[in-house]
């Protein structure tokens, strides 16, 4: 597959920044992700996933084998007194009872554990805008606009005759990630500015709708092993540009992220304390608008 | 025949106008009953075009054809379309042919309200589709209408609420009829418990109906105040909760997915024993599902809402008195299982379409009972994996109980009967595709494709190109269905008053095609027994 | 419906649409003021 060998390619060349996330087409399955929670959501997943795979078999397998064998063609004789039988009708019930039981346990633990997002390091809010995402580091009150990427940009307007296959990351990319340690527990305080956006990024199994007049709570733990880029979107319908305004975190290790947060913290005091400057060079990450 | 006699007797009553008057101003039941179903099919073809332009924009990676808020106006008005247009009117168009056949009442109990509701709609989704040429284009924000974003729809918001407005005065009113009549125009000796699973699974949605179509008003009509009154119920700028709007809407939203639904097991219910020649297996067990599964429909609506941010404890109620739905549901299933079990099966098109229901309905039930795990959830939530689920209820689910009530009383509407073979062609093409559509569908989800989106990644296209293909050959071969109707209707071999071998049940007591007027004289308990539910007790 | 029917199911007849318009109507005010209390209360 051409558009494969690409995406491979310009990952391979973007070395430093290379994402274990590059995903294979075909997909069939949901991500493990990089956080212990991640990987619990994705156990239970699967957990459910060979539960309904093993009463299918069952239930699929009795109803063929009625098909097959009471057929009128092959001189099946309907049993017109059949109609009632309360063990069986017991029976049906109470298993459906012990299997939803032992399904409940472990998602009702799991739930527990993504609701406590105490004990956080670092605590980032986010807010959802018609058609970007605005980052602040609450603690050190550097802040991060985060747009589509100019070529993804590019591509996906109407008559652009750019082939997407093209375009590194076609409308997964941004122009300013969100960086985040690997290894601290990040507290995310979620809200929105104009309509309902919801941030979601797959790795972290976070989903967290943005709504006006609301702060929500999420919290992730990332891997310490786990650092590079990982990608997301909105998942809440948001108006025109809705399938224009990803998600891309940057995991670096803890050391990493502190030297970055400094020098953004330098960047951006100088200009305007009060509120970050407008297009500052470079890399540097712009106001919130 | 025990039916004859009476109908020759009123022969002279047979007396209607003729021409377009006839359709306006009918208070016959099945007249109305026709019309809804007439509107019904339009329905479905307006809403199915739409999803046909959205497989098509989704083709392959790119934009290629539409605007993305032209995109966001054709999922939002093929939900509507879909839901209040397609399947709504088509169970009430059953509703209105069938109950006071089936249990021996000369028409409705309401008929000339019956008129009115049937009426609306036509105006309702007039005042809808006007939204594609006002400025602003047709409502984009998702039929979910949640604000904020609602509120910045163009001139069509307006016209949207007054639709959803008639609509639901439209189904209110047939509610209303269906209770009215059940309750009191029942044949002496048709006890409620001797009631075809049609009946009652109809009775039990037109409680539903009641019971949240206001719900649904209320909601729009604050919608509306807030747009142009200066009110603030949901606006977050003036300081309302637009999360309380989720929580009205999905209130009305759950109840409404079994709205669509109920009526479904209704009619498996009555195809399935039909071609097993059996009775079916567990009937009060089947009525007590159906009124558990009502129940727990008003207690689970937040399950829409796992990843807005509600307290634990919430998420926690909400997690398992969703997972209870699986009890009833599941009883259903094996119930309808166990009525082929020791049977004599015969396949004609309305027992495929009910065999593929059971197999593909049971699908769509399992990803509901992966759905409902709340921490599984925050991945499925808004991705292509949801919009796989609810297509599995809705379209194998209701459409196909839909096409098999279709074919299932057909030769009884028109006294003809229809092609099997290409009926038979119509079923095969239609599972097929409407798998190959579907299925893909999760995988999308699962490897995270958000919904509502114009345009995707380039690792989504492999699934998004089959399932595109899926949904040209799904839509395509849905054109075999008007087309067997219409040819059927024009003549045929001629049906028999029992058309199935197998049937029971006081419809087919009448001759086929059903006089205008019908049990005129309540029928016999004699053939109430023999034709009833229960008949091998007699 | 049939001219002949007795009038006693036309009065009960009457008497459900009554009840259930009226359910229905109850139910519309009854969100809308929920509504209203629990978002401005």
Redesign the interface.
């Known amino acids: 597959m051409n558009m494969k060998k690409l995406a491979t390619a310009i990952a391979v060349v973007t070395a430093a920044l290379a994402s274990p996330a590059a995903f294979a087409a075909w997909t069939l399955n949901m991500t493990p992700g990089i956080s212990a929670i991640s990987r619990r959501i994705y156990d239970l997943h699967m957990v459910m996933y060979w539960w309904c795979v093993a009463i299918a078999i069952v239930v699929f397998g009795f109803m063929i084998y009625t098909m097959v064998r009471f057929r009128k063609s092959q001189g099946a004789v309907p049993d017109t007194k059949l109609v009632h039988s309360t063990t069986v009708e017991i029976i049906w019930t109470v298993i459906p009872v012990l299997i939803l039981i032992i399904m409940a346990v472990p998602a009702t633990r799991t739930l527990i554990e993504t609701d406590d997002a105490s004990h956080s390091q670092l605590t980032i809010r986010i807010t959802g805008y018609q058609w970007k995402w605005g980052y602040q580091y609450v603690d050190s009150g550097v802040e991060v606009l985060s747009t589509l990427d100019r070529a993804s940009n590019a591509a996906r307007q109407l008559g652009s005759n750019i082939d997407p296959a093209t375009v590194p990351n076609y409308l997964l990319n941004v122009d300013h990630p969100l960086v985040v340690p690997a290894g601290v527990k990040v507290r995310l305080l979620i809200s929105a500015q104009d309509v309902i956006h919801s941030w979601w990024v797959p790795a972290l199994a976070i989903k967290k709708d943005a709504i006006p007049g609301f702060v929500n709570e999420a919290w992730f733990n990332i891997d310490a092993d786990k650092t590079g880029l990982y990608r997301g979107q909105c998942a809440e319908l948001c108006g025109r540009d809705h399938g224009f305004m990803p998600i891309v975190i940057d995991v670096r290790s803890k050391a990493d992220f502190e030297a970055w947060l400094k020098t953004q913290q330098a960047m951006q005091r100088p200009a305007d304390p009060a509120a970050p400057a407008v297009a500052t060079a470079a890399p540097a990450p712009a106001h919130t608008g | 025949m025990a039916y004859s006699a009476t109908a020759e007797s009123h022969e002279h009553h047979d007396h209607k106008p003729s021409g377009l008057w006839r359709w306006l101003s009918t208070t016959n039941h099945k007249d109305i009953g026709t019309l809804y179903l007439i509107f019904a099919g339009v329905m479905f073809f307006v809403g199915g075009s739409m999803a046909m332009v959205i497989r098509l924009e989704l083709f392959k990676p790119g934009m290629q054809f539409l605007d993305p808020a032209f995109f966001n106006s054709m999922t939002t008005v093929h939900a509507l379309a879909m839901i209040f247009g397609a399947v709504m009117p088509a169970w009430v168009g059953l509703a209105n042919w069938m109950i006071p056949l089936q249990v021996g009442a000369p028409d409705m109990a309401l008929p000339r309200m019956n008129n009115f509701s049937f009426w609306l709609l036509p105006f309702a989704f007039t005042l809808l589709l006007i939204g594609f040429f006002v400025p602003g284009g047709a409502p984009a924000g998702g039929w979910t209408l949640y604000p904020p974003l609602v509120l910045q729809g163009g001139d069509s918001f307006p016209l949207a609420i007054f639709a959803i407005h008639l609509m639901g005065a439209s189904s209110i009113m047939g509610a209303i009829n269906v209770i009215v009549t059940i309750m009191n125009m029942r044949a002496p000796g048709m006890t409620l418990l001797r009631m075809p699973l049609f009946v009652w699974t109809w009775l039990i949605t037109a409680y539903l109906l009641i019971a949240v179509m206001p719900v649904l008003a209320g909601a729009v009509t604050m919608l509306l105040t807030d747009h142009f009154f200066g009110t603030s119920f949901f606006s977050a700028s003036g300081g309302g909760d637009p999360v309380m709007f989720q929580h009205v809407f999905w209130f009305f939203g759950h109840p409404e997915v079994y709205i669509l639904i109920l009526p479904a097991f209704g009619i498996v219910s009555e195809v399935i024993p039909t071609f097993s020649r059996k009775p079916l297996f567990g009937y009060e067990a089947m009525v007590y599902a159906t009124a558990s599964i009502a129940f727990l429909s008003f207690i689970v609506w937040a399950h829409h809402m796992f990843t807005v941010g509600m307290p634990l404890a919430g998420e926690l109620f909400f997690m398992l008195s969703t997972m209870l739905i699986a009890i009833p549901t599941g009883v259903k299933v094996f119930n309808w299982s166990a009525t082929m079990w020791k049977g004599s099966l015969t396949f004609e098109p309305p027992m495929l379409f009910c065999l593929a229901f059971l197999f593909l309905f049971s699908i769509g039930g399992f990803s509901g009972l992966m759905l409902a795990i709340a921490p599984a959830d925050f991945q499925y939530q808004d991705t292509y994996f949801v919009v796989a689920h609810f297509h599995y209820v809705l379209v194998p689910g209701s459409i196909f109980t839909i096409i098999a009530a279709v074919y299932y009383w057909l030769p009884k509407w028109t006294g003809h009967m229809y092609d099997m073979t290409l009926a038979k062609w119509h079923f095969w093409l239609s599972t097929i595709f409407v798998n190959v559509l579907f299925f893909p569908q999760h995988f999308l989800g699962l490897a995270g494709m958000p919904r509502r989106i114009p345009d995707y990644a380039t690792q989504f296209a492999d699934w998004n190109m089959v399932s595109s293909i899926g949904g040209f050959g799904f839509g395509l071969s849905q054109l075999l269905f008007p087309y067997i109707v219409i040819k059927c209707i024009r003549g045929g071999e001629k049906a028999a008053a029992r058309v199935w071998e197998g049937a029971h049940g006081l419809e087919w007591e009448v001759p086929s095609p059903a006089p205008y007027h019908t049990w005129e004289t309540a029928p016999s308990l004699a053939v109430i027994h023999s034709g009833g539910e229960h008949w091998t007790e007699d | 419906?049939?001219a002949g029917?007795p009038s006693e199911?036309q009065r009960?007849?009457r008497r459900?649409?009554i009840m259930?318009?009226l359910?229905?109507?109850a139910?519309?005010?009854g969100?809308?003021v929920l509504?209203?209390h629990?978002?401005h209360g």
Do not use: E, G, K, N
Request: hydrophobic content about 60%; proline content about 0%.
């Open positions: 419906m049939s029917a199911q009960r007849v459900t649409t259930l318009v359910l229905a109507l139910i519309y005010v969100f809308i509504t209203v629990r978002s």
